[in-house]
């Protein structure tokens, strides 16, 4: 009888990829049109299916933010900022210094980037760690979670290699403002939507 010896680690080679392989990759039709995905230090991600009430989310804070800031600021919703060559997210909204050409040459990058948001229920644990460690690392100065369960908004402020110095938590009833846009100043439950007695 042969003994099999036993390995404690089993090494996997991985195919990494490049932001501009992912842009070819769409291009030539080996990424559906549908498909949702994020490139996160060069592994292609797939994104999670959108709930009704993260679309709603989306959907008010949109209206929200294009009424607030105007021409001060190019409101981005679901679409890509380019954090380095090979890390590709798609945040739910993002605002972004006013550029002529609206970003049409290039995704935006962390200098672009005035305020990013994400709008979470399933996907929390992620972006606390992964997402927030990413846009904090790329320099990205202000982030928001907007943390649908507990109904508060997550602000995330002064960027390190390794994570956000601070992480404030507004309820509703409280307000906020973007560091970029300080005189701007949101109500946290328009923020949230105000909840539905029945």
Same mark, same amino acid.
């Given at each position: 009888?042969?003994?099999?010896?036993?390995?404690?680690?089993?090494?996997?080679?991985?195919?990494?990829?490049?932001?501009?392989?992912?842009? #070819?990759?769409?291009?030539?039709?080996?990424?559906?049109?549908?498909?949702?995905?994020?490139?996160?230090?060069?592994?292609?991600?797939?994104?999670?299916?959108?709930?009704? =009430?993260?679309?709603?989310?989306?959907?008010?804070?949109?209206?929200?933010?294009?009424?607030?800031?105007?021409? #001060?600021?190019?409101?981005?919703?679901?679409?890509?900022?380019?954090?380095?060559?090979?890390?590709?997210?798609?945040?739910?909204?993002?605002?972004?210094?006013?550029?002529?050409?609206?970003?049409?040459?290039?995704?935006?990058?962390?200098?672009?980037?005035?305020?990013?948001?994400?709008? @979470?229920?399933?996907?929390?644990?992620?972006?606390?760690?992964?997402?927030?460690?990413?846009? @904090?690392?790329?320099?990205?100065?202000?982030?928001?979670?907007?943390?649908?369960?507990?109904?508060?908004?997550?602000?995330?402020?002064?960027?390190?290699?390794?994570?956000? #110095?601070?992480?404030?938590?507004?309820?509703?009833?409280?307000?906020? @403002?973007?560091?970029?846009? =300080?005189?701007?100043?949101?109500?946290?439950?328009?923020?949230?939507?105000?909840?539905?007695?029945?």
């Amino acid at each position: 009888m042969e003994l099999v010896e036993e390995t404690t680690q089993v090494e996997i080679k991985r195919r990494r990829f490049t932001v501009a392989e992912l842009l #070819r990759l769409a291009e030539i039709g080996f990424l559906g049109d549908d498909e949702r995905v994020e490139l996160i230090r060069g592994e292609i991600v797939e994104m999670s299916p959108i709930s009704e =009430g993260h679309a709603s989310s989306v959907m008010r804070l949109t209206s929200l933010l294009s009424r607030e800031f105007g021409q #001060r600021a190019l409101l981005n919703v679901q679409n890509p900022v380019q954090l380095d060559n090979d890390t590709l997210p798609q945040p739910n909204l993002a605002l972004l210094r006013p550029r002529d050409d609206f970003y049409s040459h290039q995704h935006p990058g962390p200098e672009d980037i005035l305020l990013l948001i994400e709008v @979470s229920d399933t996907t929390l644990p992620y972006d606390r760690r992964v997402k927030a460690e990413l846009y @904090s690392a790329a320099g990205v100065l202000e982030y928001w979670i907007i943390n649908l369960p507990k109904r508060v908004i997550e602000v995330y402020r002064e960027p390190q290699p390794q994570g956000y #110095r601070t992480m404030t938590r507004y309820a509703p009833g409280e307000t906020l @403002s973007p560091l970029a846009l =300080g005189d701007v100043v949101l109500n946290v439950d328009d923020i949230l939507g105000r909840m539905e007695h029945g």
